[in-house]
């Protein structure tokens, strides 16, 4: 084994005009060994490997590659010495098949340019048997799993014969039997000598995958350790620089009358594809309803129907008792809060500032931002509004004309979340709020989360009689590929699988197996065997306690 098999030495990477993404980095990656990368964003764990993958190039420093020193110009350049990387944002055709995108580049040809079509998928297949990765080379992309295309991405990368497989967040959008199946191939990988860097924000993946640990904090490396009795506080304080809490204190639910409706939605794409089929569910004031199942089932489209981006073709929406089904976007957003779950496409607007930012859409429902010309912003009112985000939001910033593309996606988040949060609305969506974000930003936001449900602001429901009786706060719907998340926030999960929703779960009285054989279709359908969903969603659930409303 070499011990020096790649070595990165003083790297810096300035951003223009004066963003240090890495400042004098050194780090050592043994060969065959499985090595992860930790670090809130904007660390600089990313960066790192797009050089060394050749995706970007650093301002200065070194790189050596099996002891000859190395600067790849291309991914391309990268991948033929032996260096590939599976990106979170999968690159593969949807329309053409396994064996189609695996070959895709780098097809095989002999004398007067005829493909070699033969040799090429005996290749392929010879791959797929060897590694057991259990896929159908003739199967088209769109027609297979989430955790069937990672697999291709990994085939992609064993068919052009690599030896370093640099995985950047992989896990973000597996249930858990598919993150258990990735970790025994990579394992399989790491077996016959293929060295892995493994891009995580979750913890306890990190400790059971790992041989060592490097976190990154500020474009700087700040430990490297061989993982021998480390736990998830020494990473997430070494990474924030602070002791995290990884729990959620969150008192029981105290639900109040619904303050979301869906009546069987149904929406069928372009394509002929059904997307949504027949979903109906309520959200009462006080409660958290988290929706799990894996991406591609139908949770875009119902945020789309939801919020006004995607017509309804058949099927009811209520909110707050107001039928919003034939509604304009801008009416039901006086009716709810939003944090999109992408929040650089549809969250913000990146060239402009954070106090831009901040005001969006407050610009429109909020008066008190008017000037005494009622028909303009007051400046001076949207500045002190940013500002007070800012503070009481923690958003990690120079001042408040600062880019908000300059932030970290952590604090970035913030902004999104907290604009939404200054709303005094009854309903709260919640897609994917946090996605790609450091442990101590979650932390935060769950936090936040947890405060809405249990206030909504300016107005409350009283639930319950007589001395005692405690007020709910604002109904919330939170879609989210992290099980964790699912479990530490939701009083109820329901599970959608092909535009269904086919289960209503209590968190307390189910486990993250059974959630995940219900996203992958592998267990029937509540629906199928008894009248669970409209019960529950009917009425309050069981006893008091964590997992549970209290009437």
């Known amino acids: ?69 190395v600067r ?130 979750k913890l306890d993946e990190v400790l059971e995958l790992s041989d060592t ?47 979301f409706e869906a009546r069987d939605l149904s929406y069928v794409d372009a394509g002929g594809r059904r997307r949504l089929d027949g979903v109906s569910f309520e959200v009462r004031r006080g409660e958290i309803v988290g929706i799990a199942g894996v991406e591609g089932n139908g949770q875009l489209e119902l945020v789309q129907l939801i919020t006004g981006l995607g017509p309804i073709q058949s099927g009811q929406v209520k909110i707050c008792g107001r039928d919003v089904t034939r509604v304009p976007v801008i ?65 990690l910033t120079p001042n408040v004309d600062t880019p908000i593309s300059s932030l970290s996606g952590g604090n970035q988040q913030k902004v999104v979340v907290g604009r939404e949060f200054l709303f005094s609305a009854d309903f709260v969506l919640l897609d994917q709020p946090t996605r790609g974000v450091d442990v101590g930003s979650v932390e935060f936001i769950q936090r936040e989360i947890i405060r809405k449900r249990d206030s909504a602001g300016d107005v409350t429901a009283d639930v319950g009689a007589g001395e005692g009786a405690v007020a709910a706060g604002a109904g919330c719907l939170l879609i989210s590929a992290d099980l964790d998340e699912l479990f530490s926030l939701a009083d109820r999960i329901l599970v959608m699988h092909r535009g269904q929703v086919v289960a209503d779960l209590v968190p307390r009285d189910t486990t993250r197996e059974e959630v995940g054989e219900y996203m992958l279709g592998v267990r029937e359908s509540q629906s199928e065997r008894r009248p669970r969903a409209q019960a529950a969603s009917a009425s309050a659930l069981g006893p008091a306690g964590e997992g549970a409303c209290v009437k």
Not at 183 to 200: E, M, P, Q, V
């Open 331 to 395: 009416e039901r957003r006086k009716l709810m809060c939003y944090v999109p779950q992408d929040r650089k496409a549809s969250g913000s607007a990146q060239n402009m500032s954070l106090a831009d930012n901040a005001v969006m859409t407050h610009h429109r429902l909020n008066p008190r931002l008017e000037s005494r010309w009622k028909a303009l912003l007051s400046p001076a009112r949207c500045r002190r509004f940013a500002q007070n985000l800012v503070e009481t939001f923690g958003v």
């Open 213 to 259: 640990i490097t976190v990154m904090r500020r474009g700087r490396r700040v430990a490297t350790w061989e993982n021998r009795g480390l736990g998830k506080a020494d990473l997430a304080r070494a990474m924030v620089g602070r002791d995290v809490v990884f729990s959620v204190d969150k008192p029981p639910a105290y639900c109040g009358d619904v303050v």
């Open 72 to 201: 790849y110009a291309s991914p391309r350049e990268a991948v033929a010495a032996g260096i590939g990387m599976v990106h979170q944002e999968f690159m593969l055709v949807p329309s053409y098949t396994i064996y189609e995108n695996v070959i895709l580049g780098a097809e095989p040809v002999g004398r007067l340019g005829a493909l070699r079509n033969a040799d090429a998928r005996r290749r392929v297949q010879s791959l797929v048997d060897r590694y057991g990765l259990s896929l159908n080379i003739d199967d088209r992309v769109c027609d297979t799993s989430v955790g069937a295309q990672q697999k291709v991405e990994i085939l992609k990368l064993l068919y052009r014969d690599v030896d370093v497989l640099i995985m950047d967040e992989p896990t973000a959008v597996l249930t858990p039997q598919e993150t258990g199946e990735l970790f025994r191939r990579l394992r399989d990988l790491n077996a016959a000598g293929k060295t892995i860097i493994f891009i995580s924000h």
């Open 1 to 69: 084994m070499d011990d020096h098999f790649i070595e990165m030495r003083s790297l810096i990477k300035v951003y223009p005009p004066d963003t240090l993404a890495l400042d004098q980095v050194d780090l050592t990656i043994k060969e065959g060994e499985i090595h992860s990368l930790i670090g809130e964003n904007g660390a600089g764990k990313s960066t790192l490997m797009k050089v060394l993958y050749g995706m970007i190039s650093a301002s200065s420093g070194e790189i050596s590659f099996r002891g000859r020193r």
